[in-house]
């Protein structure tokens, strides 16, 4: 059986759209450089894979797991990234559009405030590289903030309502160390009509896209 093969998604808005809070430059070398190269990286660990299995290779299988793990993860986390970024200004980054998850949020955390603090505090706790999510745990359930390590993928049952990448290609070209600014600034660029559609009905797909239609 031949194996999936994947392409790079396009974005849903032009490289410069989410100026000035991300850079056309940062843009254009996060998805065209670093998530194509996930993505070919996961066609040829899946290949690999397939041939092994032709083969009953258990210990080539064994091995190719943490690639196809990586990039894999790689490509469903930056898929959902891109669509729940919007460009600044637009009906879409006004949490007002997202009613039934504002509410929840407020339940959750008391305010609006005390939730993008309690985010932002996961966020800038990361060590390394990863990623901070806003999970609930299934359609209009309980929501939580957690982190992924590396490109580690959200997992069921939690689904993921928006993420945000703390890898240093997501944002050290225009911070550079400043981490704290590129964080107060996703705010601005959050896709608030995406997210509320994640938290009603979960997120489709089939096999390693589940989680990034």
């Known amino acids: 059986m031949a194996a999936p093969t994947y392409t790079l998604p396009p974005l849903p808005y032009a490289y410069n759209a989410l100026e000035p809070v991300i850079s056309q430059q940062i843009m254009?070398?996060?998805h065209k450089k670093h998530h194509q190269t996930y993505v070919n990286n996961l066609n040829q660990a899946l290949s690999s894979q397939a041939k092994a299995l032709q083969a009953n290779d258990v210990p080539q299988l064994i091995s190719i797991q943490q690639k196809i793990k990586f990039n894999g993860g790689g490509h469903i986390n930056h898929s959902l990234f891109w669509k729940n970024l919007t460009p600044p200004g637009s009906a879409e980054s006004n949490i007002d559009t997202a009613p039934t998850l504002k509410q929840a949020i407020i339940n959750r955390w008391g305010s609006e405030k005390n939730f993008t603090d309690a985010f932002n505090a996961a966020l800038l706790g990361?060590?390394?590289s990863g990623w901070g999510w806003l999970v609930s745990?299934?359609?209009n359930g309980k929501l939580d903030i957690?982190?992924?390590k590396d490109q580690d993928p959200v997992t069921a049952?939690?689904?993921p309502i928006?993420?945000?990448d703390m890898w240093e290609h997501a944002y050290y070209l225009q911070y550079q160390n400043d981490k704290g600014s590129y964080v107060n600034g996703i705010w601005k660029v959050i896709n608030w009509t995406v997210a509320e559609n994640r938290y009603k009905?979960?997120?489709e797909g089939s096999a390693i896209m589940?989680?990034?239609i």
């Open 28 to 30: 254009e070398l996060h």
């Open 146 to 148: 957690t982190t992924t």
């Open 157 to 159: 049952p939690d689904v």
């Open 210 to 212: 589940k989680a990034a």
């Open 162 to 164: 928006f993420g945000v």
């Open 126 to 128: 990361i060590q390394g």
């Open 201 to 203: 009905n979960g997120v």
């Open 137 to 139: 745990n299934g359609p």
